[in-house]
């Protein structure tokens, strides 16, 4: 069966807004009701890539959801981003994960490239002709991007680059990664040696492993090794060298709403689970729910949601209007992918026995749910972050 692409309309008023999400929200429910919950389980656990599954996100135009519209994409504002990630989480999160990377791509293509680097890339990453996602981490950097050792060094019409990413995703799948290097190892500071390319798959570029993981499988994690690869100098986004750290800045602002709203949708589906099987499950004469140890839980659950749920809503909301939002998305993402990861222990444990068993889905939420305090930087980096814009903003 094929799947119509999403419909959008023109941002317009409020009430025109939401009724655009809901729309688009139906559709994708319908898409997960079919083409997604029947097969979840046996994918992730077999850790196999939902071709199938990705061929159908490709005509629903997903890949294309925050591309403007005068590339061939949905030009979803990121609110209406962020719901559409919340809503897939709660079925499936590793296909977040599919479509996130190739978009912070694009979203760094179409803010810091040039007009020429978006006329030729954005409507093929639009149409999922040519998908990808972001290369940043190296085997002996995470957090710290400044010090990477990935490095590029002009030859005539060309860079030449040597290195190694690491925990790439799409890695495998994909065949195009913003790539982040040193064009200048000498700088100081650092960050004004850091350049970022478009790389293309061809000679000197090959995935040197497939990566394993706790969870959040059937998305590609991989190795990524660069041996004296070549890549066009157009390729350079921004046509500028020592702009790579503001690349991916600009980039990991949209990862972190999407890690945010991912965390609502791991925390939205464990209550959904606790709050149906508190009332099949039955102890002591009467269902679980009505022992207050498992309604305390139910409560805390629910409003720990609730309360994430608030918090990527005014991050994604800033970044609809263009605003610096770097402390609200910390927040957001700091917030929601605990949430995440308490409400998937505690959907576990009211599910006693049935949690730590395959059959049931929590177990899969409960190994999901760790990646997001890790990924689209730690939750300790969340909070450094936080503090330095509120000392920023309350100066004495």
């Given amino acids: 069966m094929t799947a119509a692409p999403l419909s959008t309309n023109p941002a317009g008023d409020l009430a025109d807004r939401l009724d655009q999400e809901r729309m688009i929200l139906d559709s994708i429910g319908r898409f997960l009701d079919r083409d997604v919950k029947p097969y979840a389980q046996h994918l992730e656990h077999d850790d196999i890539y939902p071709t199938e599954i990705v061929g159908k996100m490709k005509e629903l135009g997903l890949f294309g959801a925050t591309i403007p519209e005068e590339y061939g994409g949905l030009g979803l504002a990121p609110s209406t981003y962020a719901a559409v990630i919340e809503r897939i989480s709660r079925v499936w999160m590793s296909l977040t994960g599919i479509i996130n990377s190739h978009l912070i791509m694009a979203h760094v293509v179409n803010k810091m490239g040039t007009p020429e680097q978006r006329a030729r890339f954005l409507p093929l990453f639009a149409a999922g002709e040519v998908r990808g996602g972001l290369a940043l981490t190296e085997p002996d950097c995470g957090t710290d991007l400044q010090a990477i050792r990935t490095t590029a060094r002009r030859d005539g019409d060309d860079y030449v680059i040597n290195g190694t990413k690491t925990w790439i995703s799409n890695g495998i799948e994909g065949s195009c990664f913003a790539l982040l290097v040193k064009t200048d190892t000498t700088a100081q500071p650092r960050h004004k040696g850091m ?41 350079l986004i921004g046509g500028k060298e020592g702009t790579g750290l503001q690349c991916a800045i600009s980039g990991l602002e949209l990862g972190r709403v999407n890690v945010a709203a991912r965390g609502v949708g791991v925390a939205q589906a464990a209550l959904d689970e606790s709050v149906k099987y508190s009332q099949q499950r039955t102890t002591f004469g009467k269902p679980i729910h009505e022992h207050q140890a498992i309604a305390l839980k139910l409560a805390d659950m629910a409003t720990r949601t609730e309360a994430a749920r608030l918090l990527v809503r005014k991050a994604a909301e800033a970044l609809d209007r263009g605003d610096r939002c770097d402390m609200e998305a910390g927040m957001a993402k700091l917030f929601a992918s605990e949430a995440a990861i308490e409400n998937s222990l505690e959907a576990l444990r009211i599910h006693g026995g049935y949690g730590y068993s395959k059959e049931f889905i929590v177990e899969r939420l409960y190994r999901d749910a760790p990646l997001l305090a ?23």
Avoid: H, W
């Avoid at 798959?201 to 690869?229: P, T």
């Fill in 195 to 235: 350049t970022m390319f478009l790389a293309e798959k061809r000679q000197g570029f090959r995935v040197s492993k497939k990566l394993e993981k706790l969870g959040y499988k059937g998305i590609d994690s991989a190795e990524l090794v660069f041996e004296d690869y070549r890549v066009p100098a157009d390729c």
């Fill in 374 to 396: 890790i990924g689209e930087g730690t939750n300790e980096l969340q909070r450094l972050i936080i503090a330095k814009r509120l000392i920023e903003q309350n100066p004495i």
